[in-house]
Every structure is written in structure tokens, then in C-alpha cells.
């Protein structure tokens, strides 16, 4: 059973819980005062640019880097002063560490031989978990010999075999290529799904994040800039810089008043219940409607990507911002043609916090 | 705290065992009366014959690193850079005198250019009265040091590199010049300064080959000691030379420092390839002719000596013990000396293994950085010093260590230990941090990530680490030779004891005594240059 997600707080079910998490490298605070909770068996993507602290978060929970301040609990628990190897909650590195010396059933079984497993215990598990992560028969293998993706499903097996009650994943899926990515992304949601796992990730990719998360939680600057479900997040981006980061370009500082924002490209049509005054305002591209160059914002087409189901088109009105829009592949124009825009309120965000300069 | 806590037995160890008998040669040399003399250092400076010595010293050493780079920096090209039949052998052979005791250098270059050696057999040519013979002695024990250094680096240098200076313009030479030759160039500087501070300290080769003519900073320590009986001239000239070589260690570390610049290195496999055309055939052979002559030919000389009279004569004679030279027959060296060397082994192993575990850390700050380059001193402050120390400092209360058998292994690992150091701290420092923390998450605890990650990966560096302080130990004169009792002499004492003395039978026994030693540690050598090779283990 899988707990309902967004922003579930309170003590029961909170299996790991960070609060006013600190790290500081000399004197910058990689990790600013961070409150996250996760419940029993939920997943949890900490999605954020390189730098913005993700990595030292799961170091923080797994006890490889101290806190400067705050707290870390597990099942209510206080973890300062309990050494990593006592914590019982797993970590797979980004780029895997699996003990060259050893071979592919000694990697797995290091786990529980250092919980002091019976060697009967230790070969039946490893032989279980080889084979649920699809690579049954392996033991003897040595870890040189293995491809990307093998690798990638041996540290999981490895991370899973000592049953930690928190599994964290640092970049899980970073070095492969895409569409072992996107494969193996499937197969783990599935995976952590039957066995009812407590995940922890951090990424970098919007995809995966989306893909494996109940629960996404974007991370800047060391601090959380936006929690929630990815439907959420990807609906209402908290501020410009949780836009931006998702992908959208189209974010310009306006004014709103009822139902109209007043910005550079004119004045657009705004959701009913969006705030008021000065704001920073998010057209998705699928808002932009490409009409009669005489019937909207007059534009000049800068360029065309082919994004597979649609094209992007990137429009360059006078004295304004580019504009993107996405258009069906028949009715995109060519680079050069003048064509109006006009905007759809329903695609429209009115973003929180400070807008751009 | 728990890298503090591994620091605290080598500490010890350096603190009385270093730091102590150095103390004692501060207060021996500049306390008269009671209060100190700094004068003392200007009164020593100001006699000629002291003078003398450290010009020769300086300039011999010099002339030692300059002849050496020009006879070895080739050899470093086509190591690096040239693939041929035979080269893992090569490699072994050039390594061999490095580890060679300087006794049998010293007797090896006698047996070849001194009196009644085989280029004065066949043409009158005598070098023991020249300068020369040290110089080459020199070459021959650093030949493996720049080979290796330098080398090392040129062959995991990227060629490609040069290649992209050439596809922008440049030729072969400019290319060489503005790409391989800055790369290299700490690398030829560390080595330099290495080979500068070994020959800068030579001892045992100028003991046995300066005759009275030439006399080192470090000989001459040892003559006012052992010959002179001046005990504080002695430890003012100990001070000169600890200052000098603290100098030279400092500019050493300074340009290691500096070599740890971002290099694209690459598996030296794929750099390496047949010589082409007759300049590059020509190279090679010079090469394998250089170390023919300068390498092989003194310790083939050295063989032949020993047998020089009928059968085993002097082989035999070793085994009585009526030379009126020893309280016991000579050949007891060969026991002494390994039961010593083994002694001084574990002490360096553990001592050297502990510093380096505790220097393992990146991170480590600088009270641990101050502790690395301790631990390098006894490696430049000479062996003369050590023994000094140790004949001075722990012969009275409150450590009188004179009458035990275990002073001479204390000196020996002390002088083993930055050896240790030196090879167990590349492979520790290898071993990715991640990979003990994986460890970690996984409940191993810090002592089973030791057993279960560290150890594995650094048990081969462990045994080359052991085979060295082996090899050195055994081959150990300088500190030795104040320090053992005549009772109980080690092998390169003996033989220059041996050699103290007139007579062809002296002479003979003193070639066979060093024939016994220098197969030892070639064995000792080519059992450590096999461990390292061996490709067919776990990684």
C-alpha cells in the first residue's frame, strides 16, 4: 500500500524526517536549514541543478557528512551521533562503487554479511535479488565484465539486499544512456512499488524525477524551493526559478489586475483565481496560439525545433521578450513569415515569489 | 579523532627515536659548559679541510645529478615510449642497484676501475685516484631513479596531445618542446632533487671509493667520530647537513606539489610501440649498451672477483673465524643481517603502515601535512645521522638501549619507514573515498572497512612496501656502521671492514661477502618486481 503523498506531514508514517537540516563548506551553506519529511513506503525525487545541495542531502541522512545544525530523525529517532553503518538506511552512488575485488555475488552479499547473515541466508538472498533485478545466475561474474546498465542493477541489488527501511539513490540513472534510462526508470517505480520501499532520490532530469516520484521536491541554493505531487509541480511551478528549471522560457514580469496581466507582450488573459499586483507571469508554450499576424501580438518566426510530437517555434515580437509556442507539425510556419499571437488563459501560471528583473 | 589516534604510535615512534638523538646532536654540538655556542658553527666553518669538504660535496653531487640525467633521460624515453622483447626484464635489472647496498657498489666499481680491477688488468686505467669512479658510482645507483620518475610519467603521458600540436602547426621538435617537455618537467625536477639529496649524502660509495683524496660532508662525520674522536665537530657538521637537507626536501616537496597539476594520463599499454627506423633502432641500442656497460659490467666484475682465487677460496675462508678482522667468522654476517633486516621490517611495517593509514585523508590538515614531511627526513637526513644520534643519545639514561641487540633494527626501520610511507600512501590514497563509505552505508563498521575495502586493494602494496624496508635494511651501512658491535657485524659492515684491511685475502672475502649480499637483495628485488607486474590477480 502506498500512502496518498503531497505534502503529508505529521509524525505517523514520517519514517524520515529533516528539520532546519545545515551544512556548511566553509562559511557557504550548501544546505540551508531544509525541512523534509517522507513517509513509510513513499517516493520521494529530489530534483535540483548541480550545486543546489541535493547530493548532500542524502549524505546528511545516510551520516556520511555531519550536520552543522538541525536534525536528522528516522522512525522518530535523533540520528546525531549514530555512525552510517548503524543507521540501516541504504545509498546508491551516483556512479555505483561496486567493489572491484569482489565479484557480483560478493558485491551483493556484502550487506548482509556484515549484519552477520549465515552463508546459507546470504546466498539465498543474493540469488533472490539477482534475479529481481534481472540478472539471475550472475554470482561468479567479475564487475569489470559488466555493461552500464548491469551495474546500475547490481548497486541496487547490493543497496537493497541488507532490507534498509529508507533506500536513497544519488543520481540512479545518470550515466546511462536514454533509452536504457527510460527503461530502467519504468522497471524501478514497478520494482520499488511491489516491495513497498521507502525511496529517497536526487536527479537532476525532470523525467526521471517525474517519472519515479510520488513526490517531487525541488531544491535550490541549498534551500526547497517548491514540494509536491510532479502533476502539481509541473501544473504550478512555485516561482520562475522551478519554471525555468522544468524548461519554460516563456516567463515575463507583469502586472496583474482581475483578469488581465499587463507585460511586455500586452496585455494577457489570467486565470480567475490568480493573486494580484506584480508578479512574475508563465505562458506554456501550448498558450501561445499563432493567429492572423493583423488579430494579436504581431511576431517575426526566429526559428523552428522539431521536438517529435509537436515543433517549437520561438517567435521574436518587437521590443519584447521571445515567445515559444508549440505547434502541430502541419501548421507550423516557416522562419521569416509574420504572424499574431494570442494567448490561452488556461495555460497561463501567475508565479509566487520575486519575478525577474 | 581516530586518525589522531593511528598518528600517536608513529609520533612516538619519531619522537624518541628521531627527535631525541637529534636533540642530543644540537646539545652535544653547540652546549659548552652548560650554555650554548652558536659560535661553535663559524669556529667549524672557518677551518680549511671543513671547507673543502663542502665544496666537494656540493660540487661532486652536482656533477653526480647532471651526469645522470644525461646518461638516464634517454633510457626514460625508450622505457617509456618503446616497445621491445625483453623490456620487463630490463626493467628489473636497472631497478636492481637502487636497492643495492652501497658497499657493494662501492666494492663492485673497486673490483672495476680501481687497483688491480679489470680496466687496470687490461689497460693500466686506474679511476679510484680520480673523482670519476664516485660519479659513475652515483650514476649507477640513480640511473632506476630518473628512469622511473620520469619515466613513469612519460609513458602515461597522452600522446594524442602532441599529435594535436602537430595537426595546429607544430613540428616533431616544437611539438616536443611546447607540449611532452612542460609536462615533464616537474618530473625531471623532482628526480634531479632526489638524485641531488642521495648523492649530496653519499656515504658508503665515497667510504669505499674516495680513498683519502675525497671526502663527503657525511664521511667526514664519520672520520671525526670513529677517527678523531671529535665528538662536537662532528655533531656541528651534522646540524650543517640537516639544514641542507631539510632545504633540499623542502624544494622536493614544493615541486611534487607542483606536478600535481591536471595531466591527461593514460594506460602506459597504449603509448608504447616498436622502435622505428634506424635513428629510433639506434637509440635502443645505445641504451641497452649503457646499461650493459654502466650496469651489469661492475656486478659481473664483482662475481668474477669473488672467485678469483682457486674454487671457493674465499667463499671458505669466510666460514673461519682466525682472521684476527672479527670476533667470529664473517660468514655470521649473513645471520646477523637477516635477522636484523627481518626485525627492522615489521618495526617499519607497522610504524609505516599506521603513518600511512593516518595520512590516507585528503582532507588532512596541516598538522598532518607537517607529519608527512617528517616522516621524509630520516630518508634525506642520512643514515650518518641516524647512527650519530643513536650513538650519542641512547647509550645513557634514561634510554640505555646500548648493550641490546635492538638498536641496530631501530635504526634500520627508521630509515625503512619513509619507504613505507612512500608506497603503501599512492595506493591508500587511490582507494576511492566512496567506495569505503559504500561500505559504510552497507554496516561495516570503520574496522571492517579497513579489512574489508582498504586491505584487499593495498595487500600487494603492503608486501613491495615490506620487500623495500627489507632491502634497505639489509644493505644499511650508514647508521649501522656506528652502532653495531664487533661482536655482532651485518653484512655491509663486514665488507667494509674487510676492505679496511690490506691483502688479496681481505680483498677476495670482502668481493665474496658482497656477491652473497647483493644476490640477497636482488632476490629480495625480483620477488617484489614479479608481485608488481603480476597482471593475473584481482586487479
Redesign the interface.
Known sequence: MRLGSSGATGEFGMLLNLEGATVRFGGRAVLDAVDLGVTEHEIVCVLGPSGSGKSTLLRAV???QPLDAGRVSLDGRDQAGV?????????M?Q?H?L???RDVGGNVA??PR??GESKGERAARVRELLELVGLPGSERRAVASLSGGEQQRVALA??L??RPRLLMLDEPLGQLDRSLRERLVVELRELFGELGTTVLAVTHDQGEAFALADRVVVMRDGRIAQSGTPLEVWQRPADEFVARFLGFDNVVAATVSGQVADTPWGKVPVPEDAPQGAAALLVRPAGVRLVAPAEGLRCGVAARTFRGTHVAVHLQPQDAPRLEAACALREAPEPGDEVGVAFDAAEIVVLGGPSAP | MARLGLMTVPVAFFAVFFAYPVAAIVARGLKVDGGWQFGRIFDVLAQSDIRHVLWFTTWQALASTALTLLIALPGAYVFARFDFRGKQVLRAIVTVPFVLPTVVVGTAFLALVGRGGLLDEMWGVRLDTTVWAILLAHVFFNYAVVVRTVGGLWSQLDPRQEEAARMLGASRFAAWRTVTLPALGPAVAAASLMVFLFTFTSFGVVQILGGPTFSTLEVEIYRQTSEIFDLSTAAVLTLLQFVAVGAILAVHAWTVRRRETALRLVDPAVTARRPRGPGQWALLAAVLATVAVLLVLPLAVLVERSFGAPGFAYYERLTSDDSGIFLVAPIEAVGNSLEYAVTATAIAVVIGGLAAAALTRRDAGRLVRGFDALLMLPLGVSAVTVGFGFLIALDEPPLNLRASWILVPLAQALVGVPFVVRTMLPVLRAVDVRLREAAAVLGASPWRVWREVDLPMVRRALLIAAGFAFAVSLGEFGATVFIARPDNPTLPVAVARLLGHPGALNYGQAMALSTILMVVCAVALLVLERLRTDRTGEF
Open positions: 545516510a551520516g556520511l555512525p552510517a553503518h548503524r543507521r540501516g538506511v541504504g545509498l552512488f556512479d562503487q567493489f572491484p575485488q556484502f550487506g556484515m549484519h547490493r543497496a539486499a541488507p
